[in-house]
């Protein structure tokens, strides 16, 4: 934390600007408190979203601090492959939560995921899943803050304190006073300033550049390869990508199992669906989610292709460092590539409609993780362990302490996070701890009659007990243990840390489904009675209402899968 | 119908879109203008593009068409 030289500074123009976000967000917790006087009304927002709010909400949740930062940097790391995460990483996993979760999630009118588990598997897996995501959800919220508050630091030179601080205290007001619904309505506000706030950056990038094809090329002069700009191509073999990674980790390790387990099982965006106004409206919303997610990656990481490929008398334009490393040196970090972007094309008025797109992104990542913790907290855990009986409006006041009091915890943990060697490694690494062995067990819950609670309970242990070992096993002592272990887990010697992540989530998912198959087995399964609405086979599920094509949820899917597998060709 | 803020209330989601980026507009295309013509503009990349102006004016058409399309009724609030 030695080294504080803040990059710009505000003027007037941007004061007013960002002064006038944090007027809006507050007015909207105001406006819709006496819109949240339920339980379903403050924790499910009155199931009442259209499938564009819920959908935008449910994209825009996601669009933290790691989304902007950290990927934005990793792209000027890794280059294109960074976009995987947005891509393979998402794409098919939100359309497997639209067709064929959603129905399950949508007619059990479950609460929340843990609340699905309690219902599937009874109340071990669901105070196992709670009590994870509960955590894991404080943790991220915290990561969010320092990482705000960086950034902050970073650009403008603001006091970390006092944006910790101010930062907490408007996301805890209105998500204490609006519930989910505040919570949604300023997703979707965010996810418009986002834009507004970010766009200029590609465009204008791309107008210096002089195009994508000129700026591959600058790239690889740049750097002295071509491997930065191709999404596949560089898949085959460890060694032969920056990222140390290979195409069965990206395809089965991200693709298939932490990007499902995220996407499908990860409350904090399901929530946002599961507010949606009708069946067809839940399985909407994350297809249109994934329509604008594909987008993401212009204003993430093409800025950091950009600041890759830029020159300046003919040498690299910008030379970044790691973090660790930028501490001591002085020297710019990964994590700054969107503010040097922003600043080197927004001036007076620009500027400050950039920074409140980020700090935009930073609330919304918190809001979404305080408003999911905070219905995790009073349903599953307070409401199914300390007090099963209260009346509806005690469970209202719970949710907004427990709203009050996760902030408080998640600004304690910004502190601590402080002390971590890197945003990105340590948010990886809470992901695959929880998501994928859960991806597991909830895929088996709703897709295979045969699974029992024991099964289903012991699986999700045994998952997580895994991965954290795992984790263990690789983050600890020497050096030289440390890359044997890391070798082993990832079954390559050239593997680098990304890879381990996603080959830890891989067993992990593996050892769950493993456990809960075998357990299942030699365990009395549930009668078709007990698992009607809850799993594939003994489930009639409602037609959702669509009339013509353009109205059906698999028409879209489908849209979305042809430009899906359309990027992936251009950028092979 | 006032859609995402509650069954009963006045104002839109999209009303709230439509206002915010209206107001950043409002308060980015003046400015531009006043750096283009004022020869005001500060010294970043691509400056002589007046970006600062276009934007302003691209929000303000996105922000005035989406406070207009939702823009409160008198009997958004009776539907309920």
């Known amino acids: 934390m030695s080294v504080s030289h803040q990059l710009t500074r505000l003027t007037p123009v941007d004061i007013a600007i960002l002064v006038l976000y944090f007027a809006v967000v507050i007015f909207i917790g105001f406006?819709?408190?006496?819109?949240?006087?339920?339980?379903?009304?403050?924790?499910?927002?009155?199931?009442?979203?259209?499938?564009?709010?819920?959908?935008?909400?449910?994209?825009?949740?996601?669009?933290?601090?790691?989304?902007?930062?950290?990927?934005?940097?990793?792209?000027?790391?890794?280059?294109?492959?960074?976009?995987?995460?947005?891509?393979?990483?998402?794409?098919?996993?939100?359309?497997?939560?639209g067709i064929v979760m959603m129905p399950f999630y949508y007619i059990s009118k479950t609460h929340s995921v843990p609340g699905y588990l309690q219902l599937r598997f009874g109340e071990g897996a669901r105070g196992l899943s709670a009590a994870s995501f509960a955590g894991m959800t404080i943790l991220m919220s915290g990561v969010n803050m320092y990482a705000m508050a960086v950034v902050m630091r970073t650009v403008l030179g603001w006091n970390m304190t006092v944006s910790i601080w101010v930062g907490a205290a408007t996301v805890g007001i209105y998500v204490m006073l609006g519930g989910l619904r505040s919570a949604i309505i300023n997703e979707v506000l965010q996810f418009v300033l986002i834009w507004a706030g970010a766009a200029l950056i590609p465009i204008l990038g791309l107008i210096e550049t002089g195009g994508w094809t000129n700026l591959k090329a600058q790239i690889a002069t740049n750097v002295g390869s071509t491997q930065y700009t191709h999404l596949w191509s560089t898949l085959g073999h460890f060694k032969d990508n920056p990222m140390g990674i290979n195409w069965v980790g990206i395809v089965f390790g991200l693709g298939a199992i932490i990007s499902f387990g995220y996407w499908t099982t990860d409350f904090l965006v399901v929530q946002r669906v599961l507010s949606a106004n009708n069946l067809r409206a839940a399985k909407m919303a994350p297809i249109i989610g994934s329509a604008f997610k594909m987008a993401v990656p212009l204003i993430v990481i093409l800025p950091g292709l950009l600041a890759l490929g830029l020159m300046s008398n003919g040498h690299p334009a910008y030379h970044l460092v790691p973090a660790d490393i930028a501490k001591h040196t002085g020297e710019a970090s990964y994590d700054q590539v969107l503010p040097l972007m922003l600043i080197r094309y927004c001036g007076p008025g620009l500027l400050g409609l950039g920074i409140t797109a980020l700090v935009a992104g930073f609330m919304s990542g918190m809001a979404g993780n305080v408003s999911a913790f905070?219905?995790?907290?009073?349903?599953?855990?307070?409401?199914?362990?300390?007090?099963?009986?209260?009346?509806?409006?005690?469970?209202?006041?719970?949710?907004?302490?427990?709203?009050?009091?996760?902030?408080?915890?998640?600004?304690?943990?910004?502190?601590?996070?402080?002390?971590?060697?890197?945003?990105?490694?340590?948010?990886?690494?809470?992901?695959?701890?929880?998501?994928?062995?859960?991806?597991?067990?909830?895929?088996?819950?709703?897709?295979?009659?045969?699974?029992?609670?024991?099964?289903?309970?012991?699986?999700?242990?045994?998952?997580?007990?895994?991965?954290?070992?795992?984790?263990?096993?690789?983050?600890t002592g020497s050096v030289a243990h440390k890359a044997h272990a890391l070798s082993q887990i990832a079954l390559s010697a050239d593997a680098q840390p990304m890879a381990e992540n996603m080959f830890r989530a891989l067993w992990s998912w593996l050892i769950c489904v493993a456990v809960t198959v075998i357990v299942s087995l030699m365990t009395t399964p549930k009668t078709d009675a007990e698992l009607n609405g809850l799993v594939y086979g003994a489930t009639v599920i409602?037609?959702?209402?669509?009339?013509?094509?353009?109205?059906?949820?698999?028409?879209?899917?489908?849209?979305?899968?042809?430009?899906?597998?359309?990027?992936?060709?251009?950028?092979? | 119908m006032a859609e995402g803020t509650g069954r009963g209330e006045m104002l839109s989601i999209w009303f709230f879109v439509g206002i915010m980026t209206l107001a950043y507009g409002a308060v980015l295309l003046p400015y531009g203008a006043w750096e283009w013509f004022g020869v005001h503009e500060a010294p970043t990349v691509l400056h002589q593009l007046h970006p600062t102006f276009w934007w302003g004016l691209l929000l303000t058409l996105f922000g005035a068409f989406y406070t207009l399309r939702f823009r409160p009724r008198r009997d958004d609030a009776s539907k309920g």
Do not use: C
């Not at chain 1, 950290?70 to 890794?78: E, I």
């Not at chain 1, 990105?424 to 859960?438: C, E, G, K, N, R």
């Not at chain 1, 959702?544 to 042809?562: L, N, R």
């Open chain 1, 31 to 97: 406006y819709v408190k006496g819109s949240t006087n339920t339980s379903e009304q403050f924790f499910l927002a009155g199931r009442e979203m259209t499938a564009w709010i819920a959908g935008l909400s449910f994209v825009s949740a996601n669009l933290g601090s790691l989304e902007l930062m950290g990927w934005a940097g990793s792209a000027y790391q890794y280059g294109i492959l960074a976009t995987h995460w947005y891509w393979i990483g998402a794409i098919p996993a939100m359309l497997f939560l």
């Open chain 1, 542 to 572: 409602p037609h959702d209402g669509a009339m013509t094509i353009w109205q059906k949820p698999i028409f879209w899917a489908g849209v979305v899968s042809v430009v899906f597998i359309a990027l992936n060709i251009i950028f092979f």
């Open chain 1, 374 to 475: 905070s219905t995790v907290w009073t349903y599953d855990l307070y409401g199914a362990y300390v007090n099963k009986k209260a009346t509806d409006q005690h469970y209202v006041f719970m949710g907004r302490l427990s709203t009050v009091v996760g902030m408080l915890i998640s600004i304690a943990t910004a502190y601590l996070v402080m002390n971590a060697a890197s945003i990105m490694d340590y948010v990886q690494a809470l992901f695959s701890f929880f998501i994928a062995p859960l991806f597991g067990t909830v895929i088996l819950g709703m897709l295979w009659k045969r699974a029992t609670n024991w099964g289903g309970f012991l699986g999700l242990l045994a998952g997580t007990g895994s991965s954290i070992g795992m984790f263990l096993y690789t983050s």
